[in-house]
């Protein structure tokens, strides 16, 4: 007895029909320069970008569109971006400036609370270094809420063209190699300090660590403490002996890679600030983990933990997860190397390899939870993988050329009060157990953002003559505003995906 045929054809089409490929989101389009850099930030509500021209642009991930642009490096192109929240007293308790002329009035107009608190954003500087041999500090907590505040309205913070904002901070570093900056940024333990002039940033850290290759040597590091300001540690790897298990002296090359983190002892939870580490990848392929050693005097150094060699190119891609476990680098060589930073066996540090089906990663990068991480490959493509075992999960195919970056939006942890290695152990335990995850199909068609709009820089304050007039448009605005601000918080929920590079677009993708 034979079987029927259309049983037979409809059971081989249900087990061999693929998977639809993913698509991206969205695309943003506004750039008219290759993409180096980008960053989600504010609770995943906004997006920066830097091109090779140096222009930075905000955009607004709700809304997809820029709000915000200006020509941060106009002598070189962008090399890396960073945002770094802060906490300082409110406005109506600080000594008016010349600037502050309606200061009373404001603080009695906003009783109630202002969106940023609503969708729980922080003040925000944004940090850009140039090939222009400058790190500039920006103060952009003014953008952010009036971009919130304007609930779903399309147009750009302001209309004015052609004028940059004044950078906050600004520090001469050394742009000549491929080396961008890493920085860390220690909070202070209050929730707000008083507020002080005395240093630019107005003491709102302990200290922001930015670390950057040497201008005397390449193969060296120096760490300044912007905060202070002062240079912290000067030529780190200038005495690149290693520990006992590799007395002789090692040849790394330029500095192409560099990675800040503290991490804490158990012994020392009770402490407010831990050991500070950096992590080093060198043009001859090597990878170095440095440790700051006990003050000699008052001299702060570093010493070698452990330095391993995996690639045969130089190291072109590094990252750090966010629990301090594991390192990752790429190079050219077609391999991808996982580090397990601590805990290392007779001075080598464990490491699993594998090999890549490209030869060429521009950018690694760990999601915040530590599940899984993506690379940016010199083909267009985006590889993205599970961090425990390596696996590949997905290659998202958009972008015809190269890419040169890609972030990842934080998503929201199982453990929300992780302190410490304590909180630290108990999720890595939660990563051991087999978990099923799959790519969800994108609703969102692809669309471009309009690329006429208006640049801006200043935000122009309400006129306080008109104050009542500003507080009934207010209030009919109202429930735009709380609607939109609910939108915006369950968009900054999704799990972000963001690549940019040589076509000038950034693509929005929404995976696992």
């Given at each position: 007895?034979?079987?029927?045929?259309?049983?037979?054809?409809?059971?081989?089409?249900?087990?061999?029909t693929?998977?639809?490929?993913?698509?991206?989101?969205?695309?943003?389009r506004?750039?008219?320069a290759?993409?180096?850099?980008?960053?989600?930030f504010?609770?995943?509500?906004?997006?920066?970008?830097?091109?090779?021209?140096?222009?930075?642009?905000?955009?607004?991930?709700w809304k997809?569109?820029?709000?915000?642009?200006?020509?941060?490096?106009?002598?070189?192109?962008?090399?890396?971006?960073?945002?770094?929240?802060?906490?300082?007293?409110?406005?109506?308790?600080?000594?008016?400036t010349?600037?502050?002329?309606?200061?009373?009035?404001?603080?009695?107009?906003?009783?109630?609370?202002?969106?940023?608190?609503?969708?729980?954003?922080?003040?925000?500087?944004?940090?850009?270094?140039g090939?222009?041999?400058?790190?500039?500090?920006?103060?952009?907590?003014?953008?952010?809420?009036?971009?919130?505040?304007?609930?779903?309205?399309?147009?750009?913070?302001?209309?004015?063209?052609?004028?940059?904002p004044?950078?906050?901070?600004?520090?001469?570093v050394?742009?000549?190699?491929?080396?961008?900056?890493?920085?860390?940024?220690?909070?202070?333990?209050?929730?707000?300090?008083?507020?002080?002039?005395?240093?630019?940033?107005?003491?709102?850290?302990?200290?922001i660590?930015?670390?950057?290759?040497?201008?005397?040597?390449?193969?060296?590091?120096?760490v300044?403490?912007?905060?202070?300001?002062e240079?912290?540690?000067?030529?780190?790897?200038?005495?690149?002996?290693?520990?006992?298990?590799?007395?002789?002296?090692?040849?790394?090359?330029?500095?192409?890679?560099?990675?800040?983190?503290?991490?804490?002892?158990?012994?020392?939870?009770?402490?407010?600030?831990?050991?500070l580490?950096?992590?080093?990848?060198?043009?001859?392929?090597?990878?170095?983990?440095?440790?700051?050693?006990?003050?000699?005097k008052?001299?702060?150094?570093?010493?070698?933990v452990?330095?391993?060699?995996?690639?045969?190119?130089?190291?072109?891609?590094?990252?750090?997860?966010?629990?301090?476990?594991?390192?990752?680098?790429?190079?050219?060589?077609?391999l991808l190397?996982?580090?397990?930073?601590?805990?290392?066996?007779?001075?080598?540090p464990?490491?699993?390899?594998?090999?890549?089906?490209?030869?060429?990663?521009?950018?690694?990068?760990?999601?915040?939870?530590?599940?899984?991480?993506?690379?940016a490959?010199w083909?267009?493509?985006?590889?993205?993988?599970?961090?425990?075992?390596?696996?590949?999960?997905?290659?998202?195919?958009?972008?015809?050329?190269?890419?040169?970056?890609?972030?990842?939006?934080?998503?929201?942890l199982?453990?929300?009060?992780?302190?410490?290695?304590?909180?630290?152990?108990?999720?890595?335990?939660?990563?051991?157990?087999?978990?099923?995850?799959?790519?969800?199909?994108?609703?969102?068609?692809?669309?471009?953002?309009?690329?006429?709009?208006?640049?801006?820089?200043?935000?122009?304050?309400?006129?306080?003559?008109?104050?009542?007039?500003?507080?009934?448009?207010?209030?009919?605005?109202?429930s735009?505003?709380?609607?939109?601000?609910?939108?915006?918080?369950?968009?900054?929920?999704?799990?972000?995906?963001?690549?940019?590079?040589k076509?000038?677009?950034?693509?929005?993708?929404?995976?696992?």
């Amino acid at each position: 007895m034979t079987s029927s045929p259309s049983l037979n054809t409809k059971h081989r089409n249900k087990t061999h029909t693929p998977l639809p490929a993913p698509i991206p989101s969205f695309i943003f389009r506004g750039h008219d320069a290759p993409i180096h850099s980008l960053e989600f930030f504010a609770s995943n509500a906004f997006l920066m970008t830097g091109d090779e021209l140096g222009w930075i642009c905000v955009w607004d991930i709700w809304k997809r569109r820029q709000v915000y642009k200006w020509h941060a490096h106009p002598s070189g192109s962008v090399l890396k971006l960073l945002a770094i929240p802060y906490r300082f007293k409110p406005e109506a308790s600080r000594s008016p400036t010349p600037n502050d002329t309606t200061i009373p009035k404001a603080a009695t107009a906003t009783q109630r609370k202002s969106p940023k608190q609503h969708l729980g954003l922080s003040n925000y500087y944004l940090v850009s270094h140039g090939r222009d041999y400058e790190i500039h500090v920006w103060d952009i907590s003014a953008i952010l809420n009036e971009s919130i505040r304007r609930g779903s309205s399309l147009s750009p913070v302001s209309s004015l063209p052609n004028q940059a904002p004044t950078p906050v901070f600004s520090l001469p570093v050394n742009s000549l190699n491929f080396c961008t900056m890493s920085i860390l940024a220690i909070e202070h333990p209050t929730a707000i300090q008083e507020w002080s002039n005395d240093t630019p940033l107005g003491r709102t850290h302990w200290h922001i660590y930015v670390a950057v290759p040497s201008p005397t040597s390449a193969t060296m590091i120096d760490v300044y403490d912007i905060v202070t300001p002062e240079r912290t540690f000067a030529s780190v790897g200038s005495d690149n002996k290693v520990t006992p298990n590799h007395a002789q002296d090692k040849k790394w090359g330029a500095v192409m890679g560099i990675r800040l983190f503290q991490k804490k002892d158990r012994s020392d939870l009770v402490e407010s600030e831990g050991i500070l580490h950096m992590l080093a990848g060198y043009e001859d392929g090597s990878v170095t983990l440095f440790r700051e050693q006990a003050p000699a005097k008052s001299k702060r150094s570093m010493e070698v933990v452990w330095t391993i060699k995996c690639h045969r190119e130089p190291v072109m891609a590094m990252d750090i997860s966010s629990d301090h476990e594991y390192a990752i680098s790429c190079s050219s060589d077609s391999l991808l190397v996982k580090y397990k930073l601590f805990g290392q066996l007779q001075g080598v540090p464990e490491t699993t390899q594998i090999p890549l089906k490209t030869a060429g990663v521009a950018y690694a990068n760990f999601r915040n939870d530590s599940r899984i991480l993506a690379l940016a490959g010199w083909d267009g493509k985006i590889r993205v993988f599970s961090v425990k075992t390596l696996k590949p999960l997905a290659v998202l195919k958009y972008h015809r050329e190269g890419l040169y970056c890609l972030a990842f939006a934080n998503v929201e942890l199982k453990l929300k009060d992780r302190i410490e290695n304590d909180a630290e152990a108990v999720a890595n335990n939660q990563d051991d157990q087999d978990e099923n995850i799959s790519v969800p199909s994108s609703s969102q068609s692809n669309q471009d953002t309009d690329t006429n709009m208006p640049l801006g820089t200043t935000i122009d304050d309400d006129d306080d003559s008109q104050s009542s007039d500003v507080d009934s448009e207010e209030s009919d605005d109202d429930s735009d505003l709380e609607d939109s601000l609910k939108n915006r918080a369950e968009w900054s929920r999704r799990h972000w995906l963001a690549a940019g590079g040589k076509e000038n677009r950034i693509s929005l993708w929404e995976i696992y």
